[in-house]
């Protein structure tokens, strides 16, 4: 029998995030590829180029939010609009562990008149919510609309309304023809509260000079090229590289304990018209299978703590 606590996948990629200060302190920057992840979520999901494209740039920014939070408190980034793709989840934490779904991955619209994935009418209006859950009970939750739906441009009115951080935010996913993901990847920039008042101006100027972020990461770029590109005259000094994984935290334990949620009379009913069940985990994918003998230990299992309960009673 699978081990209860097992975790259903673990993929280990060569994403990364680094995290650097700039001019004197002044500035806090952070970098990520995060190609090696999209790819595997995009292919776990089949999702259509849209979708990838929306998901990885969303991926891409709460790989960098995880790696400014400590150890095992965790970030969830929600965008809910009211365009086909209706939800963008992606998880991410201080040790690197990042997992994300949309709602709709297969979605198609046609290009925008440059020729890009029209990402901003996927999305549509709506809002973007960030819960950070530090493990002291009540997560906080901070919330804007949505700018565009672009994502890179709804994160920097984010940190600035939210979290009172003016700050400059590139997201950026290539989608190859086949559907895989040829590179995907951000940067975000922070004005620290001791910040000059004219750095606000050139960090501007700088981010929007840089060629893009996914093509500079389809050329080789690392999330450290991407910092020196962007404000290598700041003389950045790195402080954490945080080695990213693709890990899901769904488990047959807890598909048991969703079933034994169901109660007695649902799953009577399963049993019955199904005879088996079959779960699938919205995050990635993995399916699990409780045949007809299973569910009946569940059912018994539940039997006996409500007999338990009204013993107690
Ligand atoms: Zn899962």
């Not at 619209?109 to 709506?126: F, H, I």
């Not at 672009?150 to 989608?175: K, N, R």
Request: glycine content about 10%; overall charge negative.
């Amino acid at each position: 029998m699978a081990n209860c606590n097992q975790q259903s996948i673990e993929v280990n990629t060569k994403d990364y995030v680094v995290q650097a200060t700039a001019a004197n302190g002044q500035v806090r920057a952070l970098a990520t590829v995060v190609t090696g992840i999209v790819d595997e979520i995009a292919r776990r999901h089949q999702m259509w180029p849209v979708a990838t494209a929306a998901l990885g740039r969303t991926m891409a920014a709460a790989a960098m939010l995880g790696a400014m939070q400590k150890g095992t408190e965790k970030v969830t980034v929600q965008i809910i609009g009211d365009g086909p793709l209706e939800q963008i989840t992606a998880d991410a934490d201080g040790e690197g562990n990042v997992r994300g779904y949309v709602q709709n991955p297969h979605v198609d619209l046609p290009l925008t008149e440059q020729g890009k994935l029209n990402v901003s009418a996927a999305v549509g209006k709506g809002h973007l919510w960030v819960i950070r859950d530090l493990g002291l009970g009540e997560p906080y939750r901070g919330g804007v609309p949505l700018v565009s739906g672009e994502i890179a441009e709804d994160f920097a009115s984010y940190f600035a309304q939210s979290e009172q951080t003016p700050s400059a935010v590139a997201l950026g996913v290539l989608v190859g023809v086949d559907g895989g993901v040829k590179a995907a990847g951000g940067l975000i920039l922070q004005l620290l509260p001791d910040a000059s008042e004219g750095l606000a101006i050139i960090l501007e100027h700088m981010v929007r000079d840089l060629p893009s972020i996914s093509s500079l990461i389809d050329t080789g770029s690392t999330p450290e090229d991407i910092v020196e590109r962007a404000i290598g005259d700041l003389q950045p000094k790195y402080l954490h590289r945080l080695p990213l994984c693709f890990r899901c935290t769904c488990s047959r334990e807890r598909c048991e304990s969703a079933l034994i949620a169901l109660g007695a009379e649902e799953l009577e009913g399963l049993i019955r018209e199904q005879g088996k069940a079959e779960l699938t985990c919205r995050f990635c994918q993995e399916q699990y299978l409780f045949d007809k003998e299973e569910l009946k230990n569940i059912q018994e299992r539940i039997a006996e703590a409500e007999s338990r309960l009204s013993q107690e009673k």
